[in-house]
């Protein structure tokens, strides 16, 4: 029945999130959730906000919400933006800065969101290759030859990568490109990068964009958010205001509060991922992978004698599951979340009773 569909629709490549399956005694590690549990502060504040006032809608600019993250960040409340994951807020991005006369600039290697957004705005855009060890040069995002972007877009780390682009480089690319908006990805800033927001009051072409849904462990609760200068986060409040004027709930609103106010715990559970990070990509390289450096809450790693889909069917078979991409270039790499301890040991046994190690 796709006659009913409107033009655009047929033209759709829709992004593929990972799997969610199933299975028995499942070991998860392929969609970058925390392993750790969301702050007890945040599931208090949750259930406190459950009740009869459920029947009213919320606050339509979640003001409490900004109010804790300007605290937290150091920024005024009108600097920030508050959406539904960070995707909503990167979707609104894309239509009220990303669309511009001239082409969008991003990664070739990258989220693989960004094209889809493209295609359903109807954005032009142009892929800047990733150096061949896979990281982000700047200097491949400055204007040359009479050429510059329109806009620029890119994950701090990458993903898949997990590759970290140092603040300094994406001052230049800020400083580069100052008729155009830069927004720089932070979804997994928190595990081993420094954030870009400390530029924003200097540099007004600048948004950064960041989730609950990682660090913070609400990836069920669907919390985003942008900060930058006044103007941009007035468009993005435009684009929000015409498409979902109460996009953020009561009870997300309560619990990414208390969340941001749980410093501690923040603090904490950032702590323990990073150092199984660490201790399972020295298992991993003890096994023979190649590893490349990551400053996220996953790895990517390949083996240079064993095929990638070969290996993540093998580990499928063992109730364990991981994600890879059929993609150019990067098609032999497993890309693997950071869990639990527990759980990275029961992959790296599996993975060394495959290849017999």
């Known amino acids: 029945m796709s006659r009913y569909w409107s033009p655009v629709v047929h033209g759709l490549t829709p992004y593929v999130p990972g799997e969610q399956p199933k299975l028995d005694q499942l070991v998860k590690l392929n969609t970058n959730e925390n392993p750790y549990g969301p702050s007890p502060r945040a599931l208090e504040a949750i259930r406190a906000a459950t009740g009869g006032s459920l029947r009213l809608y919320p606050d339509p600019n979640a003001e409490a919400l900004k109010a804790a993250l300007a605290s937290h960040l150091d920024l005024r409340a009108e600097q920030v933006f508050v959406g539904n994951g960070s995707d909503e807020v990167l979707a609104h991005a894309f239509m009220a800065l990303l669309k511009q006369d001239r082409p969008l600039w991003f990664p070739d290697i990258t989220y693989s969101f960004y094209p889809v957004y493209c295609g359903l705005y109807g954005i032009q855009f142009q892929l800047v290759p990733l150096r061949e060890d896979f990281s982000i040069s700047a200097e491949d995002y400055l204007p040359r030859a009479g050429t510059r972007a329109g806009a620029i877009i890119f994950p701090n780390p990458n993903a898949p990568t997990g590759r970290l682009l140092s603040l300094d480089a994406v001052e230049r690319i800020l400083a580069g490109n100052p008729d155009g908006v830069v927004v720089v990805d932070e979804a997994y800033v928190d595990f081993g990068g420094i954030s870009a927001i400390p530029l924003v009051d200097r540099y007004p072409n600048l948004l950064v964009v960041q989730t609950f849904s990682k660090s913070r462990s609400l990836a069920g609760l669907r919390v985003g958010f942008a900060v930058g200068h006044p103007a941009l986060i007035e468009a993005l409040e435009r684009v929000k205001n015409s498409f979902n004027s109460y996009p953020l709930d009561r009870l997300a609103i309560a619990g990414a509060v208390a969340s941001v106010q749980d410093e501690a715990y923040f603090q904490e559970t950032c702590r323990k991922v990073v150092a199984t990070r660490e201790a399972l990509v020295a298992r991993m390289n003890q096994l023979g992978f190649d590893v490349l450096p990551s400053a996220a809450n996953f790895i990517f790693a390949r083996h240079p004698a064993r095929d990638a889909a070969a290996l ?37 046994d599996a993975l060394a009773d495959l290849l017999g190690r």
């Open 312 to 348: 993540a069917a093998a580990l499928r078979e063992r109730a364990i599951i991981v994600r890879h991409f059929r993609l150019p270039r990067i098609d032999q790499y497993l890309r693997i979340t950071v869990g639990t301890e527990e759980q990275c040991r029961i992959l790296t």
